[in-house]
């Protein structure tokens, strides 16, 4: 059963900093892409970040370029999401998800609350 499990959200002033984990289980882990993504109240949700564990290739949405890092830890089948510099427009919930690289993302957690307060 492929499970994926997100957690490290909290509550931070703006400037602060959280790192967000999801651990995979049920599949091989290099076989699939992991993407962030959050969806903040009102919003659709949005692609964040994602790597492909394979080649370590990775995807920025512009408004966290240089804030935020995704990376992977093969042994531990866990991907990160280092959030520094939050801004209050940060704020959302946010969701790991798996795919196959290039394909649709067919497996998702649940997601961890981010709040960023200004």
């Known amino acids: 059963e492929v499970q994926l499990q997100a957690c490290g959200g909290g509550v931070v002033q703006a400037g602060g900093s959280l790192r967000l984990s999801c651990a995979a289980s049920?599949?091989?882990?290099?076989?699939?892409?992991i993407g962030w993504f959050r969806q903040a109240p009102g919003k659709e949700r949005e692609g964040v970040t994602s790597i492909d564990p394979s080649d370590g290739n990775t995807y920025y949405r512009g408004s966290v370029k240089g804030r935020f890092t995704i990376s992977s830890d093969g042994a531990k089948n866990t991907v990160y999401l280092q959030m520094n510099s939050l801004k209050p427009e940060d704020t959302a919930v946010y969701y790991c998800?798996?795919?196959?690289?290039?394909?649709?993302?067919?497996?998702w957690g649940q997601g961890t609350q981010v709040t960023v307060s200004s």
């Open positions: 049920g599949f091989i882990f290099d076989d699939y892409a």
């Open positions: 998800a798996a795919g196959t690289p290039g394909g649709s993302y067919d497996y």
